[in-house]
């Protein structure tokens, strides 16, 4: 027993002393129990197979996926418009809608996604946004609306099931997570305004290597573009792009083809209902595919007439969306390339470079002194120092930067694919996610919970709400899945020894003769202080079996002990490093370590003491 606890105890130090990565820490921990034979091999890996591990590993991807089509972000940001100039209002919607995320997919995945429209909106609203960057890590936490909305949620039902009694319901926590954003928002309304009103909450921004797309975009005047399309009198229908050489007759230059019908290897670049692909010498025009062209109005207008099309002369950059953007980027995307000194291109033509044959990307452009050069472009020589603007699928594009000797590709073409989100994918995330949640709620539906979160993730790749299955994996935070997995195991440990016991004696023996209350209110500080200095994972893996000794041991119901625990490892708001979302809203909000003891201590202490009180009447003992 001893050695077990020292096992954890030391642990429980290394967790707090943050030096060791956590998910090293534990896995030491577990050779540390099969090194002194207190587990066996199967024993020891039983966390990696359980359904609580496997279940976030699925609600890594499914919030992977909302994140990278949009919908979060599209639902958020409208909603916040509600809010108009008023800071009271803006703050009251930022503890609403993030909470209400919160509780469907993770709160740091939440606050990364809410930091940036909360502060653009701060700054066209003229408020201050370090008055809402605290409040709305703190929300993030909060939201524990769901089963899923924390990992501590599910290991309290883990505890449960495996300790004979019956698991909890998909919204078994709603009830409490509408007190802890009840409570947090009267609580932080006075608290803001008496300690962060007056923190410098200007944005500065940061410096960018690179331009970002919408800068190239307006550079090379790629918003100057017009529609045409293809009618069945069309003398150009059956014809290819090469065919026609529209750049060499008419000085105009195709960007892209947008097809109704569904084809082979389509993209988009531009936003709309109807799949696109990027230029070919290939491509077969046919009827109703829309031309996007660039070039002068007049040269458009005679090209629509030799060819019988169907002109729509209004700018195409007038097709925006309701943030403004006249274009988007999915599979297409865009970057510029510096010519070397050294380069053959040097003095070949656009057309003899071939770059649309070798690398399958188009020129759009050329920067030359400060001057742009986009007409007549195959006949243009290249200099050395000549910027390029290419178009291609970011991997052909990201090809580019293999080949430094001919030139340089400026920014990082993966990293600006990243941060694209595949926004027409986002109606299908939405489907699933509700999918999803109907299979965890309705009990007619013959599904376990971890099944369905199998089923929504895998939906998602396959119906191409990622890019690819790589970056559905790299959704994964794997130190978390690592570190609950090798921690669970460490509560077998406990009752195995008669650790676990003993604690819970000690527990009861203290404050068990005060009655459930003061018992449960030990737990609960225990697990708040304890949050403090290690994850509020952790914390709820080696505090959920103590909780349920301590209650069986009294007689009492387990259920609002372990919710008190679950709500205990959540709510910790007093230090910037006790749970992810405070440290990320910490540089944007030019918080200090007392500004969190100002606000977060006396709203986690409310918290505390209201929770003692109202989970019994929830959950009766």
């Not at 050779?31 to 966390?47: D, K, N, R």
């Amino acid at each position: 027993m001893w050695i077990t606890i020292a096992i954890l105890v030391i642990s429980a130090a290394l967790f707090a002393n943050g030096k060791v990565r956590s998910d090293i820490v534990a896995l030491c921990a577990l050779c540390a129990l099969l090194v002194f034979q207190i587990l066996t091999p199967a024993e020891a890996l039983s966390g990696f197979s359980n359904s609580v591990v496997i279940m976030m590993v699925g609600l890594f991807v499914v919030g992977g996926a909302i994140f990278q089509t949009g919908l979060a972000k599209m639902i958020s940001s409208r909603i916040l418009k509600l809010a108009g100039k008023s800071e009271t209002r803006l703050f009251l919607l930022v503890m609403l809608v993030t909470a209400g995320i919160g509780g469907f997919v993770s709160n740091t995945g939440t606050v990364a996604l809410m930091l940036p429209i909360v502060v653009s909106l701060a700054a066209s609203a003229n408020l201050n946004a370090s008055r809402l960057l605290m409040p709305l890590a703190f929300a993030s936490s909060m939201g524990l609306f769901t089963l899923i909305a924390t990992p501590p949620n599910l290991v309290i039902h883990e505890q449960l099931v495996s300790g004979g009694f019956d698991g909890l319901s998909f919204f078994s926590f709603f009830p409490v997570g509408l007190i802890c954003v009840t409570v947090g928002t009267i609580v932080l309304l006075p608290l803001t305004k008496w300690f962060l009103s007056n923190k410098g909450g200007k944005d500065g921004k940061k410096g960018q290597s690179g331009k970002s797309l919408n800068e190239l975009v307006k550079e090379y005047g790629l918003d100057n573009l017009y529609r045409l399309k293809v009618l069945n009198t069309s003398l150009l229908k059956g014809k290819s792009i090469v065919e026609l050489d529209v750049r060499r007759k008419y000085g105009l230059n195709i960007i892209e083809v947008r097809r109704n019908k569904n084809e082979s290897a389509q993209s988009r670049i531009l936003k709309g209902n109807a799949p696109q692909q990027i230029t070919s010498p290939h491509i077969k025009l046919q009827v109703d595919d829309v031309l996007y062209v660039r070039g002068t109005a007049e040269l458009v207008e005679q090209f629509a007439i030799a060819y019988q099309l169907e002109a729509q002369m209004n700018n195409a950059s007038q097709e925006k969306d309701k943030e403004g953007k006249s274009l988007d980027f999915y599979d297409i995307g865009i970057a510029e390339i510096v010519l070397m000194p050294s380069s053959k291109l040097i003095n070949q033509t656009v057309q003899e470079c071939g770059f649309r044959a070798k690398f399958n990307v188009n020129v759009l452009g050329i920067r030359r002194n400060n001057e742009y050069i986009w007409h007549n472009l195959g006949e243009e020589r290249m200099h050395s120092g000549d910027v390029l603007l290419v178009q291609g699928t970011w991997a052909n594009i990201d090809r580019l930067s293999h080949d430094d000797t001919e030139w340089v590709v400026l920014g990082q073409p993966l990293a600006e694919a990243a941060k694209v989100t595949l926004d027409y994918k986002a109606p299908i995330a939405a489907a699933i996610m509700v999918l999803m949640v109907c299979m965890m709620v309705f009990d007619f539906i013959p599904v376990a919970p971890v099944t369905a979160v199998i089923i929504a993730g895998l939906l998602m790749v396959l119906t191409g709400c990622f890019r690819n299955v790589e970056a559905a994996y790299k959704t994964i935070n794997w130190e978390s899945i690592v570190l609950i997995a090798a921690m669970m195991p460490m509560s077998m440990a406990l009752e195995k020894t008669g650790a676990s016991e003993y604690i819970s004696n000690t527990l009861v023996s203290g404050l068990g003769v005060y009655g459930p209350f003061a018992l449960m209110a030990g737990i609960y500080f225990t697990t708040s202080l304890m949050t403090m200095f290690i994850s509020n994972t952790a914390t709820a893996v080696l505090l959920a079996p103590i909780a349920m000794n301590s209650a069986m041991q009294i007689g009492a119901n387990p259920t609002p002990f372990l919710f008190a625990v679950a709500v205990g490892a959540s709510m910790c708001f007093a230090s910037p490093f006790s749970t992810p979302p405070n440290a990320l809203v910490m540089p944007a909000g030019q918080y200090t370590f007392m500004d969190y003891i100002k606000v977060g201590l006396p709203l986690q202490i409310i918290m505390g003491i209201v929770m003692v009180f109202v989970l019994p009447l929830l959950f009766p003992f």
